[in-house]
């Protein structure tokens, strides 16, 4: 049966860039019986020689240097936002406007305000649209999830989070330019709130449901640093560290951390959830292994056990080798893709959307205000 092409135009050419381009590439080979294909129409970047680079290392058809041409480009189906945060508003809502589905990387935009006409623009369009939240898609978590709405852990009494790396430590290490306009408040908006927390905030809504307030406390540890665009010491506006707490509206308590400040860790994400009845446990660096304890195990055998989540019968795992072979990072965008895929194939919101995605926002703003004001927020 002949494919119906979905054509891509990639707007960012960096490491989101290229996962987003793997997830296209590997899609139709391991994910034949969906009924799209995407077509890699035109990637665009704002350095013509990197981006063209890019467009014949990944195999794009063509190449802009300005989105605004690639929004207006009839043979251009949807829209791919793989670029600073800053960028996601303006480039999503003209898209959308255009009448392009829309997919974009994490955080969904700046702040709530931003996101809510994000929001708008999509909904008013009427256009698919997911934000990627890619851990979601990583088999482990997704399995996580099915246990966890089995109802197998009972009440959810706690809910822990952290996600740890090192890498801006150095006070050397300048703020801004293209590698590093994570640490620029312009072009970031927050620091690891934004960025890691985001993450298991996401992670967090989608397991365990609603976030009802927040406590925070945020540190920025090297207060100024050099910046890339204008060559002097600027001082620096995004959080290094954060933690807090929380209540869910299902009454269970949050305990979240994040920083760059960790050494020795470079990509530290966990989360655990206590119930009743069982928990469950993950780690990003063995990313292939849910840990479970269930107290119904009679009392000689009781105890964490290690999944492998390698079986056919796992998430997603039908789709790849045979049990016992792991799959890594990169899968969970491949499969975000074929989710994505699958859910214009049968018209149905590929999650997370937009305004599920707006609902992630609203908890790291809380979290920001919390931390400055240090007071309890409301989400």
């Known amino acids: 049966m002949a494919k119906k092409p979905l054509r891509i135009g990639l707007v960012g050419y960096g490491f989101m860039g290229r996962t987003h381009s793997n997830g296209y590439k590997r899609v139709p080979d391991f994910f ?71 997919l974009c990387e994490k955080p969904i935009g700046m702040s709530t305000a931003e996101g809510e006409e994000m929001v708008k623009a999509v909904e008013d369009a009427g256009i698919p649209n997911t934000i990627f939240y890619n851990y ?9 999830k099915k246990i966890i709405d089995s109802g197998k852990l009972g009440r959810i009494f706690h809910y822990r989070a952290n996600f740890l790396q ?21 072009s970031a908006g927050s620091g690891v709130t934004g960025d890691l927390l985001a993450h298991c905030i996401d992670t967090a809504l989608w397991l365990n ?4 307030d927040v406590n925070a406390v945020t540190e920025t540890f090297v207060k100024e640093r050099m910046h890339s665009g204008t060559g002097k010491k600027e001082p620096v506006n995004i959080d290094d560290a954060c933690s807090f707490f929380c209540h869910f509206e299902n009454g269970s308590l949050g305990l979240f951390e994040s920083t760059r400040y960790a050494r020795g860790h470079k990509a ?7 119930g009743e009845n069982a928990s469950i446990r993950w ?20 105890g964490w056990r290690s999944i492998h989540v390698s079986d056919g019968d796992h998430p997603y795992m039908d789709h790849w080798w045979v049990p016992g072979l792991n799959i890594g990072y990169e899968h969970s965008f491949v499969h975000h893709v074929a ?35 240090k007071v309890w927020k409301d989400v």
């Open 32 to 102: 034949p019986e969906l009924e799209y294909q995407p077509v890699l129409k035109a990637v665009c970047g704002r350095s013509e020689d990197k981006t063209k680079a890019f467009a014949e290392q990944w195999g794009y058809e063509s190449y802009e240097t300005d989105w605004n041409k690639l929004i207006a480009r009839d043979d251009i189906d949807a829209i791919d936002i793989c670029t600073p945060n800053d960028t996601h508003g303006p480039i999503s809502i003209a898209a959308a406007k255009a009448g392009k589905m829309v």
């Open 166 to 186: 090192d890498w801006t430590i150095n006070a050397d290490v300048p703020q801004g330019g293209a590698g590093l306009w994570r640490l620029d408040a312009a």
């Open 283 to 302: 780690d990003l660096h063995d990313l292939h292994r849910l840990e479970y304890f269930d107290h119904a195990d009679e009392g000689e055998v009781r």
């Open 209 to 212: 449901g609603s976030i009802k």
């Open 136 to 144: 979601r898609r990583i088999p482990a978590v997704t399995l996580a």
């Open 339 to 373: 989710d994505f895929l699958k859910s214009i194939e049968e018209g149905k919101p590929c999650e997370p959307t937009f305004r599920s995605a707006l609902e992630t926002q609203k908890v790291c703003d809380a979290v920001l205000t919390s931390a400055a004001e």
């Open 268 to 274: 530290l994400y966990t989360f655990e959830i206590n």
